[in-house]
């Protein structure tokens, strides 16, 4: 799975299909980033991090993921296959 990209105003469409890609095609690792604000890139002042909650489906799975590193920058979760 590419890497998820999450901008202001982006089309609703890509919320659906990072979901859709998710669900049919779950990657065994996922990495959270912690401190990445950029805002003049996003147009939202929040971490990587803050911005799952506008992901309920990837924020749930998480929930259920084991943490294999955590960082000040980042969290690696291996998820169950």
Known sequence: M???LLA???PS???RELAR???????????LYRRDRV???T?????????LALQ??????LRSARPVLVLDTLLLFELAL
Request: hydrophobic share 35%; net charge negative; glycine share 6%.
């Open 13 to 15: 469409a890509y919320d």
């Open 21 to 31: 890609e998710f669900s049919e095609h779950p990657p065994r690792f996922v990495v």
């Open 2 to 4: 590419a890497t998820a």
């Open 39 to 41: 805002p003049a890139v």
């Open 43 to 51: 147009g939202y002042d929040a971490s990587s991090q803050e911005l």
């Open 8 to 10: 202001r105003g982006h």
């Open 56 to 61: 309920p489906a990837l924020e749930e799975r």
